[in-house]
C-alpha cells in the first residue's frame, strides 16, 4: 500500500471515529477540534436536509473564507 494510501485510511477512520460520537458534549468537541485543525474554514450545508423520526441527516462542506469553496489542506 502506498504511503497515500496509508495517509487516506487514516484520515478515513479518523473521520469515521469523531463523526460516530454520541450526544451533544460528543459532537461540540468534534466540531471544536475540525475548527482547530482548518483554521480559515467554515463548515455550509451541501444539499438537503431529510429525516426519519427524530433524526435529521444531512451532509456539509468546507469552504475557505478567504478564497470560497475548496478541499481542506490535506492531513500531515
Do not use: K, Y
Amino acid at each position: 500500500m502506498t504511503t497515500a494510501a496509508h495517509r487516506h485510511d487514516a484520515v478515513v477512520a479518523r473521520c469515521f471515529e469523531a463523526w460516530n460520537a454520541v450526544g451533544h458534549e460528543a459532537v461540540t468537541a468534534v466540531i471544536t477540534a475540525t475548527h482547530e485543525r482548518f483554521p480559515g474554514f467554515v463548515f455550509r450545508l451541501a444539499g438537503s436536509v431529510d429525516g426519519h423520526h427524530d433524526t435529521a441527516r444531512f451532509s456539509q462542506e468546507p469552504v475557505n473564507r478567504a478564497d470560497g469553496p475548496a478541499p481542506p489542506p490535506a492531513p500531515t
